[in-house]
């Protein structure tokens, strides 16, 4: 598999709309499955032009179904239960308490 890196692309005022995405993942697809035969599934985040790039690359792969991953909720939803006052509390305890540990796991090793 490759990396698509788009670094440039965006320092440039390029977007990750639909177009974007699937032409940069479709020739990758087409390395590994030039026959269009061995993906089914895509999976991306919820976004309307993901989910559209997701659409575009099942044109050229009919088996290839698009779905809604749900990492990035889960992530957003983690991050913002971090940000209540007694979960701060609980992530900063556990903070020193793993340092502490840590120092201790040096001092005897």
Excluded: W
């Amino acid at each position: 598999m490759d990396v698509v890196d788009s670094t440039k692309h965006m320092a440039e005022g390029g977007m990750k709309d639909a177009e974007y995405l699937a032409k940069q993942m479709i020739p990758i697809m087409l390395k590994v499955d030039p026959h269009r035969v061995l993906f089914n599934m895509a999976v991306f985040d919820g976004a309307g032009n993901v989910q559209k790039g997701g659409l575009a690359i099942g044109e050229r792969f009919p088996h290839v179904i698009t779905i809604h991953g749900g990492e990035h909720v889960c992530s957003l939803f983690v991050a913002k239960v971090f940000q209540e006052p007694c979960m701060k509390l609980l992530r900063n305890f556990t903070a020193i308490v793993s340092c502490f540990v840590l120092f201790l796991y040096h001092l005897f090793v």
